[in-house]
């Protein structure tokens, strides 16, 4: 029956052409400014590392003025300094430790006779490459000795290495980094991309992946170009860069992997203790001292889908829901002036089921329509969002979410559109078009 | 064949009551043909709808076939109104967009046959009204009495028990008129039980029995010679005289 039904509706939505171009637009207009604000949404409110969720924390240690309390966020600052991240990486508590930032670094081809370019690099330890799942195409992470007394290896991205290198394998090959000649140990793929970049929302969260790595202690050596956020609070007069890595500027990330509650236990006690040691010090007056947040804690607390985006979210349901009314009076129309021929087929025999049923599919083949038309409209739209936005080329992208939105809004968009018409007429009296037709 | 006793009918508005059928009683048998006549707004679309299984009614009782139809599901009706009731319109109700062949599909469709015998049955409809070979035309290429012999075809697709017929030729001049009426009493002579409403008595001449509806009742009841004669059933009409009346 399913394909008479069909039959039917392509006869009836032939007929109206007009109309049913209207209907389907209508759905399209709506569904294509649902789905590419959806789409962005679905992206912006991702946790990229769920399957992490339980045993990965971002760590806020609170070393803030005495005086103030930190200005934004959940009142502890986001990032650490350098002296509390060298006390984290030396501790060796956590089954991973992270300490990063971000840095602009030129980087030049030894053999190139182009001027040096600058790009944005992580000076990270080597657990980031485990600790957020970065995949490589050449090579892996350098070496612990690597990060402890810093050797000048550096791991590159894709793009650098289809920039430098062609594409091929460029392990072991030199690149100069501020300069200096550092060697290649690793390619990072293109396809890795945390969105949002959970590891430094200081940041623009939906940046792209960095264009090189390099180990993070040379920070202390040389005060390598910084890129991300710093702040301080302290008056003390800084003259060198050892003044600066003993003061109290934030400017570095720190994340830790603890794989058992012994071992949080165990960190947490590590914590505690070097806070105590600090206060003895002078610094850590401020309560609480410290906060280990999960990946989604911190994006929740980084407020990574503002308010701004829900706002954005629900009008575009709003809009959905006019254009859908706007459907539903149109079908209304055809399927009213359609009632004499669901009279005759009644008195031939069919159901009002079947009359529901025969028109709930045309609905439904205009509600496909309208969501096939409104996905490529969508990606126009994701399209505009990229070209406008350029923090947004991670977040504006048609992915598998889109596709099963649209599948989704397809169907609300026939129930929403299609049900009450079908409903109406199928339960219209038949006798009463039979004889004023 | 269908016998209803005592059936009541009444449209509701918000400010008007309108009683279209009361105590309503007839009883026609299997094979008859039936005449309803009566001046307009008299009940008479109102008892073919009941009759049809289209319109439900408020009191009495209505037995198609020897089953009681007065209180069944809009499933159930359909069924009976599908396998059961074969019916011709005035206005002919073909379906503009679909052709001849489509339109006499319509109530297979709904009786769930295979694609071939929906077929073999269409085309022996069509062959039966003589008009196989305007199978592939649109109701609007065709002139009214082929689209009346189009909705005949329709109807009797589906063998069913009996027809109804509701001014089947009011919208046709004398000459197609006569044709539709020469196929009506061949199909009856073909053993149809057939309930025709009309205005023209001339028509209602051509049927065994005319009933003239007044008001929502039964008024007048008249059995013709022809069908006395032809049937040799003067016994058995006198009897329906006797319950109907």
């Known amino acids: ?220 050596a ?68 410290y906060q280990l947040n999960t990946p989604q804690e911190w994006l929740n607390i980084n407020n990574v889908v503002s308010k701004d985006n829900k706002q954005l979210l629900m009008l575009s349901f709003v809009f959905l829901m006019i254009c859908l009314v706007n459907s539903t009076v149109l079908m209304f129309a055809k399927f009213l002036r359609k009632a004499p021929e669901a009279g005759i087929r009644r008195a031939l025999g069919a159901s009002r089921h079947s009359i529901f049923f025969q028109h709930l599919t045309e609905a439904f083949i205009v509600g496909i329509a309208g ?67 | 064949m269908l016998k209803m006793q005592s059936v009541k009918k009444i449209y509701r508005t918000d400010m008007i009551e309108t009683h279209a059928l009361r105590d309503f009683n007839l009883e026609v ?17 109102t008892f073919l709808n009941i009759a049809g299984l289209l319109e439900t009614f408020e009191e009495g009782q209505y037995l198609l076939d020897g089953n009681d139809v007065s209180r069944l599901n809009d499933n159930v009706r359909s069924k009976l109104r599908n396998e059961k009731i074969g019916f011709i319109f005035q206005g002919f109700n073909l379906i503009s967009d679909l052709n001849i062949f489509d339109n006499v599909d319509v109530p297979l469709r709904y009786r769930g046959f ?30 009214g009495g082929q689209q009346q012999r189009v909705a005949i075809a329709r109807a009797l697709v589906g063998e069913p028990k009996f027809l109804l017929a509701d001014e089947p030729t009011g919208n046709l001049d004398s000459l197609m008129a006569r044709q539709v009426m020469d196929m009506l009493e061949d199909i009856n002579k073909n053993g149809m039980t057939i309930v025709m409403v009309t205005h023209d008595p001339d028509l209602a001449r051509r049927a065994h029995r005319n009933i003239q509806i007044v008001d929502g009742q039964v008024t007048d009841f008249k059995i013709y010679e022809s069908y006395v004669d032809s049937t040799n059933h003067s016994d058995n009409a006198k009897k329906l005289a006797a319950n109907t009346i």
């Open chain 1, 371 to 437: 969501a096939f038309l409104g996905l490529l409209l969508s990606l126009g739209g994701l399209a505009a969002v990229r070209a406008l936005y350029n923090n947004y080329e991670n977040v504006a992208v048609f992915n598998g979410f889109t596709v099963a939105a649209a599948i989704l809004l397809a169907l609300a968009a026939t129930l929403f559109s299609g049900f009450l018409p079908a409903w109406r007429i199928s339960h219209a009296a038949p006798a009463q078009y039979l004889k004023t037709r």
């Open chain 2, 114 to 143: 295979s694609s071939s015998e929906r077929k073999k049955r269409i085309n022996n409809a069509l062959e039966m009204v003589g008009l196989a070979a305007r199978a592939r035309h649109l109701p609007s290429q065709l002139s």
């Open chain 1, 222 to 289: 040389k005060p390598y170009q910084s890129w991300g956020n710093m702040q301080g609070w302290s008056d003390k007069e800084i003259k060198t860069h050892a003044d600066f890595l003993q003061g109290e500027d934030i400017w570095i990330q720190a994340w830790v992997s603890l794989n058992s509650v012994e071992k949080r236990q165990e960190f947490t006690q590590f914590l505690e203790n070097y806070i105590s040691t600090q206060k003895e010090q002078g610094r850590f007056k401020r309560s609480p001292g």
């Open chain 1, 1 to 220: 029956m399913w394909k008479y039904y069909l039959r039917l509706s392509l006869y009836s939505l032939r007929k109206t052409p007009v109309l049913s171009l209207l209907m389907v637009l209508a759905i399209a207009t709506g569904i294509a400014a649902n789905l590419t604000i959806l789409t962005m949404h679905s992206v912006v409110s991702s946790n990229p590392l769920e399957h992490k969720n339980d045993r990965l924390f971002a760590v806020q240690l609170n070393a803030w003025d005495p005086d103030r309390e930190y200005f934004a966020l959940n009142a502890i600052p986001p990032q650490v300094t350098y002296q509390d991240a060298k006390a984290l990486y030396d501790a060796n508590v956590a089954d991973e430790v992270v300490v990063m930032r971000k840095a602009g670094v030129t980087i030049q081809h030894p053999e190139s006779a182009d001027l040096p370019s600058t790009y944005a690099t992580r000076m990270t330890t080597r657990d980031f490459f485990s600790m957020f799942d970065v995949q490589f195409i050449y090579g892996g992470p350098w070496s612990k000795n690597a990060d402890e007394s810093p050797e000048n290896v550096v791991v590159i991205s894709e793009g650098m290495n289809n920039k430098f290198f062609k594409g091929a394998n460029s392990l072991g090959q030199a690149l100069l980094l501020d300069g200096e000649v550092f060697t290649v140990v690793g390619v990072v793929s293109e396809r890795w991309q945390l969105v949002p970049n959970v590891y430094d929302l200081n940041n623009r969260p939906f940046e792209a992946a960095p264009d090189a790595y390099l180990p993070f202690f040379f920070s202390a």
């Open chain 2, 29 to 45: 048998k299997e094979g008859e043909f039936v005449a309803v006549t009566g001046p307009s707004g008299s009940g008479k679309t």
